[in-house]
């Protein structure tokens, strides 16, 4: 059975353009069978300390549906790939209620995270 997930991905964009980017990880979803939902670009922020020597990264955000046993190959494939520095993925049974725009500053917090 297809469960709903919600995945972040922040995007190495200093080697290749956002739109290739974009399509490579719906290509690698589509691999593991998943089927997008919704995705939102939201925006390049600096990192508070460098990843992979990067100190800047675009976050991506992609709602979709997967069988929960091709979860892990997914996050596995993404940490073996050099312009998708980090992943996160959820399960995100109420996906139509979650916002795809990133948080205003004020929503942030003092810090700014």
Known sequence: MMKPYEAMFVLDTSAKPFEALQTEVHQLLGRHGAEILKSSKWDERKFSQAIRRNKRGTYY?????????????LVKECNLRTDILRV????????EKSPLTAPKEEERGERGD
């Not at 069988?67 to 892990?72: H, I, K, L, Q, R």
């Open 61 to 73: 955000l992609v709602f979709f549906k997967a069988e929960s046993s091709a979860v892990d190959p």
């Open 88 to 95: 996160l993925v959820l399960d995100q049974p109420e996906w």
